[in-house]
């Protein structure tokens, strides 16, 4: 039995709210970590009805919560919830990571940009941000990320490509910067002289049309990536490597974007290896 100045600390608990949330692959991914780092502590997936979000988040210290990610469709509400918003999710009016304070107070953050850059220049590092314009499809809140992570690693102009043009206006108005909005239909011949190709619409995830463009303006150099990763190897990235561009799948992004919250919760600056790929990428219908 513990005397009574012994502290016994209990584990730290971690989670993932989201409405569904069963589909999500971050409770694999940080229960890989933990059990890599030997921690003691949990990550669970935390269903939360949209009407509960803001009082969930408001009792997360009291529940014993030392944070969570937030995945859709909570991210805006959980901007709003927040006691204080980095910079950056401030900017994208959304928030990935919270983080409990000592003090009870909840720490925003929005780490899909990190992540994606950091995937990006693991797996592309002949990428160099200045050297041509970024093409970005889509325009929800995946995009809205990249969108800004690229020009804040310089490239010099993004070109916006989105079906519905407001949607896409919307993001450039509200995000700042060299944003250029191009039709749809424009969407191959936009790819002359761009230096990286980004998918953030669902085109060619599985069950959806696969994305349709001729990729023959594009530069050889340019690098083409996916952020969709079911299937992995989707029918854009196929087309670019017979193309011959150097390529970049999608799985890495969320690997990389879970590293800050574990790192912030339970202290360890974890790694992204194939291992975790692997483990992560087998729950995932290809
Ligand atoms: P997320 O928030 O994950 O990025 P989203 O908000 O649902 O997802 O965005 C989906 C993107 O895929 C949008 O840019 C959407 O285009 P619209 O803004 O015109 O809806 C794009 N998209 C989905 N189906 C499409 C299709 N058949 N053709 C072209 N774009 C499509």
Redesign the pocket.
Same mark, same amino acid.
């Given at each position: 039995m513990a005397s009574e100045d012994t502290i016994i600390a209990s584990p730290i608990q971690a989670g993932v709210i989201g409405w569904p949330v069963n589909h999500s692959l971050s409770p694999r991914l940080h229960g890989f970590w933990l059990k890599e780092y030997g921690i003691s502590g949990s990550y669970e997936a935390l269903e939360v009805h949209p009407d509960n979000c803001a009082e969930f988040l408001a009792t997360l210290s009291q529940r014993g919560f030392s944070g969570v990610n937030v995945t859709v469709p909570h991210k805006q509400a959980a901007a709003a919830a927040v006691d204080v918003l980095d910079d950056n999710a401030r900017r994208l009016g959304a928030v990935n990571t919270i983080v409990a304070q000592s003090d009870g107070t909840l720490f925003g953050s929005n780490t899909d940009g990190f992540g994606f850059l950091e995937n990006l220049r693991a797996e592309a590092p002949g990428w160099t941000p200045g050297g041509g314009s970024a093409v970005v499809l @889509?325009?929800? @809140?995946?995009?809205r990320a990249v969108v800004a992570a690229v020009l804040d690693a310089g490239a010099p102009e993004v070109l916006l490509v989105?079906?519905?043009r407001e949607?896409a206006d919307t993001l450039a108005n509200e995000i700042g910067g060299a944003i250029n909005v191009i039709g749809?239909d424009k969407r191959s011949a936009v790819l002359d002289g761009a230096a990286l190709l980004v998918n953030?619409?669902?085109?060619g995830m599985v069950g959806k049309?696969p994305l349709d463009i001729d990729l023959s303006p594009l530069p050889l150099n340019a690098v083409v990536n996916d952020i969709v990763y079911a299937p992995l190897m989707t029918p854009l990235l196929q087309a670019a490597k017979r193309h011959g561009n150097p390529t970049v799948d999608g799985i890495g992004m969320l690997l990389h974007q879970a590293r800050p919250g574990f790192r912030a919760w339970f202290g360890v600056e974890p790694t992204v290896t194939d291992a975790l790929r692997a483990y992560v990428l087998a729950a995932v219908r290809q």
């Amino acid at each position: 039995m513990a005397s009574e100045d012994t502290i016994i600390a209990s584990p730290i608990q971690a989670g993932v709210i989201g409405w569904p949330v069963n589909h999500s692959l971050s409770p694999r991914l940080h229960g890989f970590w933990l059990k890599e780092y030997g921690i003691s502590g949990s990550y669970e997936a935390l269903e939360v009805h949209p009407d509960n979000c803001a009082e969930f988040l408001a009792t997360l210290s009291q529940r014993g919560f030392s944070g969570v990610n937030v995945t859709v469709p909570h991210k805006q509400a959980a901007a709003a919830a927040v006691d204080v918003l980095d910079d950056n999710a401030r900017r994208l009016g959304a928030v990935n990571t919270i983080v409990a304070q000592s003090d009870g107070t909840l720490f925003g953050s929005n780490t899909d940009g990190f992540g994606f850059l950091e995937n990006l220049r693991a797996e592309a590092p002949g990428w160099t941000p200045g050297g041509g314009s970024a093409v970005v499809l @889509g325009a929800g @809140g995946a995009a809205r990320a990249v969108v800004a992570a690229v020009l804040d690693a310089g490239a010099p102009e993004v070109l916006l490509v989105n079906r519905t043009r407001e949607k896409a206006d919307t993001l450039a108005n509200e995000i700042g910067g060299a944003i250029n909005v191009i039709g749809w239909d424009k969407r191959s011949a936009v790819l002359d002289g761009a230096a990286l190709l980004v998918n953030t619409t669902t085109l060619g995830m599985v069950g959806k049309p696969p994305l349709d463009i001729d990729l023959s303006p594009l530069p050889l150099n340019a690098v083409v990536n996916d952020i969709v990763y079911a299937p992995l190897m989707t029918p854009l990235l196929q087309a670019a490597k017979r193309h011959g561009n150097p390529t970049v799948d999608g799985i890495g992004m969320l690997l990389h974007q879970a590293r800050p919250g574990f790192r912030a919760w339970f202290g360890v600056e974890p790694t992204v290896t194939d291992a975790l790929r692997a483990y992560v990428l087998a729950a995932v219908r290809q």
